[in-house]
């Protein structure tokens, strides 16, 4: 069985810093694309990034670009996502998943082996 642990979410104030981890048990990540989605109460769940198997191709939504970095380190077999300049409206529970083949973009398609979740609070 796939297991994912999320990690490093908090209770930050605007403008602030957070990196989030990815880590996987069990298994390795270094032949698996892996997503960042996210889902605020009331909200549908989106995706803010994915990066390839072997880290060459990233790719990040609008909303997240310039302020997100998403990064693995298969030594680990961990996928991080660094966070800055933190707003508000990124408040959710953040998620990591497994794409099956291949990164895809949407509301989580094409992905499986959901983690739990860690919480981000962007809040003074």
């Known amino acids: 069985q796939l297991q994912f642990v999320e990690s490093g979410g908090n209770l930050v104030q605007p403008g602030g810093s957070l990196r989030l981890s990815c880590a996987a048990s069990?298994?390795?990540?270094?032949?698996?694309?892996i997503g960042w989605f996210r889902q605020a109460p009331g909200k549908e769940r989106e995706q803010v990034s994915c990066?390839?198997?072997?880290?060459?191709?990233?790719w990040y939504a609008e909303s997240v670009e310039d302020r997100f970095t998403i990064s693995r380190d298969n030594s680990k077999n961990t996928v991080y996502l660094q966070m800055n300049k933190l707003k508000s409206e990124d408040t959710a529970i953040y998620y990591c998943a497994a794409a099956i083949v291949f990164c895809t973009y949407g509301t989580g398609d094409g992905y499986e082996y959901w983690g739990r979740g860690t919480q981000v609070t962007v809040s003074s």
């Open positions: 069990g298994f390795t990540l270094d032949d698996k694309a």
């Open positions: 990066i390839s198997m072997t880290g060459g191709t990233t």
